[in-house]
């Protein structure tokens, strides 16, 4: 079994088209409105972007967290003098699973994910009750009791669990980014189309610099082996999210054209400062792999790689905040 990896939250889309205010100069409004039908489209698609979000964010640090400290075999590797906290995931964060699995059966049909998120439900579901028995386990200090008796045969349930959930996972994140990349060019020609040009320049910055994510997750590097990482593919894809960025930080100072898109100068400044942040994170990448830096030991012996400077992990931390803050944009 190999050690997961940290896959990208994918990004969410909005009504934000038809946000503009009556009174508002706003461009071309008309033709930035959105129907009833794109409008189910949309809230469809960001249910199953939520179960994306939780499975390739807290579940997966859950995950990494568990498997870094006791391996990966059916068998747990336990240290001598063990100290360990389980980490776990919130019932509030739980919410997106039913409510991804209520729109499976509701129109428009995304023929690809829909099947999948019926047989994802249940294995999840699966793998949380494990977690959450190993979470009791290592809070109530069992192991002082039995001698890890019970935290063994939770690691094999585990194993044996996250298995089944990997089986299904990968050809939902594959439906899924493909659906998405689907629905994000469709998002980007109406913002262009509708002359958004403060949300487009917002959007596509997020696409590319994704586009960088997957690059680097492709090549299969992590901390541990990031002076591998082919500089020649990798810089194809960050030149094009490098002059994106200027385009939006630029673009983001419009006054006049914040005012006539109706868009809050606060969001879309915070949203800016974080895609700065976060195409920064990307560079540190390049100047660790020019100095011939490889991450320290101590760094990625850590729990904290995505503080780590230079790192794919780090950037993907960052990008998933600059996520964060374009679903803010108002």
């Known amino acids: 079994m190999k050690k997961l990896s940290l896959i990208l939250a994918i ?6 088209l038809s946000a503009c205010s009556a009174t508002t100069p706003a461009v071309n409004q008309v033709a930035a409105s959105v129907t009833p039908g794109e409008s189910k489209k949309i ?43 389980m980490l776990g995931v919130a019932d509030s964060e739980r919410e997106v699973i039913d409510k991804a ?12 994910v829909d099947p999948v998120v019926i047989k994802l439900t249940p294995v999840i579901k699966d793998l949380l009750s494990v977690l959450d028995d190993l979470k009791a386990y290592y809070d109530s200090k069992g192991y002082v009791d039995d001698g890890y ?6 690691h094999t349930r585990l194993v ?16 899924l980014q493909k659906l998405a990349n689907e629905q994000r060019q469709a998002e980007l020609q109406k913002l262009k189309d509708a002359g958004q040009q403060i949300r487009y320049n917002a959007l596509k910055f ?37 002059a994106d960025l200027n385009a939006l930080v630029t673009i983001a100072k419009d006054k006049k054209r914040i005012q006539e898109e109706g868009i809050n100068s606060f969001s879309i400044q915070n949203y ?14 390049i ?44």
């Open 11 to 16: 990004i969410m889309l909005g009504t934000m």
């Open 43 to 85: 809230e469809k698609y960001n249910a199953y972007v939520g179960l994306n979000n939780l499975m390739t964010g807290r579940i997966n640090e859950v995950l990494v967290h568990y498997f870094e400290k006791f391996g990966v075999d059916k068998q747990p590797v336990i240290e001598k003098n063990l100290s360990f906290i």
């Open 101 to 112: 699995n209520s729109y499976t059966a509701s129109q428009p049909a995304f023929a690809d």
């Open 149 to 154: 008796a019970k935290g063994k045969q939770l």
């Open 160 to 175: 044996s669990a996250n298995l089944a959930y990997e089986t299904v996972a990968k050809p939902y994140f594959t439906a």
């Open 206 to 242: 997020l696409i590319d610099a994704e586009a960088v994510a997957i690059e680097i997750d492709e090549q299969g590097i992590t901390a541990g082996n990031v002076l591998k990482l082919d500089m020649k593919k990798f810089k194809a894809k960050y030149d094009v999210m490098t």
């Open 272 to 285: 800016a400062d974080s895609a700065t942040e976060a195409k920064a994170a990307a560079s540190k990448i």
């Open 287 to 330: 100047e660790r792999i020019n100095k011939r830096e490889p991450v320290s030991d101590s760094d990625l012996n850590g729990q904290f790689l995505n503080t780590t400077d230079g790192t794919p992990e780090n950037f993907n931390y960052k990008l998933s905040k600059a996520i964060e803050r374009y679903n803010e944009i108002n």
